[in-house]
């Protein structure tokens, strides 16, 4: 064995195993943050709009500990809020993925505004009214105006809002988010889906959007 290692050859080997056990560690902690989500989601849906769960109800539920939680999260307002942030992520990759299956930007902008109203379907509403509901008691951790995913999800609509002759894709984006979000609030409380008329007009709501590229009103 050589008692003399070339210079930094001890603080390679060192490094290397303290990178192996930060990363285990972090794949220890991203699974227990997962499971406190998953949890919170479960205790959410199954209380609905009747009472808000405690910490101690949703450890339970995770299987863990008050440390675990508290290791990630500094109050259940933070949860709530990466509860809807984690949410906003899904929709999107969902919302992205129907929109790719369209050649037309008038197909996408459809597609889009049906896979946010799809928070709206029966199997999906309790949950998302469940979240919502809780949200409505964050102030801790973003202030009186809880989080809302439609600035995250108005990101997929400049592209073909673009190709149609959008002089503000950004903006008129934001337009139609606002006012999609908007109706699936509706849709939300008051039980009901959006029906394919719906949708329809929805979609050209968001169409005549469009801020047209000689400045001019549509």
Request: hydrophobic share 40%; proline share 6%; with cysteine.
């Amino acid at each position: 064995m050589n008692e003399n290692p070339a210079p930094g050859q001890v603080g390679d080997v060192a490094s290397r195993i303290a990178q192996r056990a930060l990363a285990k560690r972090g794949a220890d902690y991203a699974d227990e943050v997962r499971r406190l989500l998953d949890a919170a989601l479960d205790v959410m849906k199954e209380r609905g709009t009747a009472s808000r769960p405690r910490v101690a109800d949703i450890v339970s539920a995770a299987g863990l500990s008050n440390e675990a939680f508290y290791r990630h999260f500094p109050s259940k307002d933070a949860l709530v809020a990466a509860l809807l942030e984690d949410g906003a992520e899904r929709l999107y990759s969902y919302v992205a993925h129907q929109m790719a299956k369209e050649p037309t930007p008038e197909g996408k902008v459809r597609r889009w505004v049906q896979g946010v109203l799809s928070q709206a379907d029966e199997e999906i509403a309790a949950t998302t009214r469940a979240v919502l509901w809780n949200a409505g008691a964050v102030s801790e951790v973003v202030g009186s105006v809880p989080p809302t995913p439609s600035d995250r999800l108005a990101e997929l609509l400049p592209g073909p809002l673009r190709e149609l002759g959008s002089a503000d894709p950004a903006f008129d984006a934001s337009l139609a988010a606002y006012a999609t979000f908007g109706k699936l609030g509706g849709y939300l409380w008051s039980g009901s889906g959006p029906t394919d008329g719906d949708i329809g007009r929805i979609t050209a709501f968001c169409l005549r959007a469009i801020t047209p590229m000689d400045g001019g009103s549509t």
